[in-house]
């Protein structure tokens, strides 16, 4: 099938495989999921053009045009976006969906993009008649592709950050690499956990291991082998915290400083850009023939880096606001 002689019928079949991911039980669609499937697309198509992020704004006006509509202006509820975690996961599923859909069509880049607007577009439409007006569920479009670029953009940054600043002129090792992008994200997590009042013993592992997630996915996206060696030797709970404090304050300000750059300011967003970085430096340094870290030992080492220092973390802001 070329996309360019039969687009209408690519079309229907990029809009089935994205109904399939987002179906429930009853032939109910989880509209949500789906948003942040289109998003996943959205993004690794246009990564394929030299300029992603101009192409972001006209894809937007695009969709503005084809939907008669602006997104909605409203300030966003609480609870109106899944949180970091999860669009990075659902986005994710979306750019992989994407690359199975034009693999066959890579020189074909622009018709892909102009046959997915088309494809939001139904979509969009096709949630209006279920009762979302399409101007909040653009809006919600928006904001989840706008936090995917961000997401992917930020992991390469701040590898770049990493290599450039922290290897090529202070002489980090790998091994130090993938610690200190692990331990910084396990201290945003805490640090925004905790200025939330929502660092408490109850829900502290879930939202570490959503994190720290996003960092074995990302490895594995990339080489590592899978497995179940991540926490392979991890101190006990009741073990005294020993978190990398001298990566941290190493790389922190520079990450620091980098976010604010880009205004991604939230720290959730923050821990999960870091742990998809560390993810990537993961497999530069346990990837390959000859790895210049096994993974058996990469793996748990960047799994303590984050877990030791979002509980000693944690655990410090607790006593703070206790006392």
């Known amino acids: 099938m070329s996309i360019l002689i039969d687009k209408t019928g690519f079309a229907a079949h990029i809009h089935k495989c994205l109904m399939n991911q987002a179906s429930l039980a009853g032939e109910e669609t989880d509209g949500m999921r789906l948003i942040q499937l289109l998003a996943g697309v959205t993004v690794e198509t246009l990564l394929l053009f030299d300029e992603p992020d101009e192409g972001l704004s006209a894809t937007y006006a695009m969709l503005a045009d084809a939907l008669g509509s602006e997104p909605s202006a409203a300030p966003l509820g609480q609870h109106a976006l899944p949180p970091a975690y999860v669009i990075e996961a659902e986005t994710e599923m979306g750019r992989t969906l994407a690359r199975r859909l034009f693999e066959d069509w890579l020189n074909c880049a622009y018709d892909f993009h102009q046959l997915l607007v088309t494809v939001v577009q139904g979509v969009l439409i096709q949630l209006e008649a279920g009762g979302q007006p399409r101007a909040e569920t653009f809006r919600l479009f928006i904001e989840c592709t706008n936090r995917c670029m961000a997401y992917e953009i930020a992991a390469q940054e701040l590898c770049d950050i990493v290599i450039e600043e922290k ?13 200190g992008l692990s331990a910084v994200a396990g201290r945003c997590l805490a640090i925004g956990q905790s200025s939330m009042g929502l660092f408490n013993p109850v829900t502290w592992n879930d939202r570490l291991d959503q994190v720290s997630y996003v960092m074995t996915q990302e490895a594995v996206r990339l080489g590592i082998p899978a497995g179940s060696d991540w926490r392979f030797g991890l101190a006990a709970n009741d073990c005294p915290a020993n ?7 190493s790389l922190e300000p520079s990450a620091r400083g ?7 300011m939230d720290l959730l967003d923050q821990a999960v850009a870091c742990a998809k970085a560390a993810g990537r430096m993961l497999a530069v340094a346990a990837g390959g023939d000859a790895p210049e870290l096994e993974p058996v030992i990469a793996k748990p080492l960047a799994m303590a880096a984050m877990t030791e220092t979002f509980r000693s973390t944690g655990c410090q802001d607790t006593a703070i606001s206790g006392s």
């Open 258 to 264: 980098f976010f604010r750059i880009i205004g991604m």
């Open 243 to 249: 978190a990398p404090y001298d990566l941290i304050v």
């Open 167 to 179: 290897i090529g002129a202070e002489g980090w090792s790998l091994a130090d690499s993938v610690s």
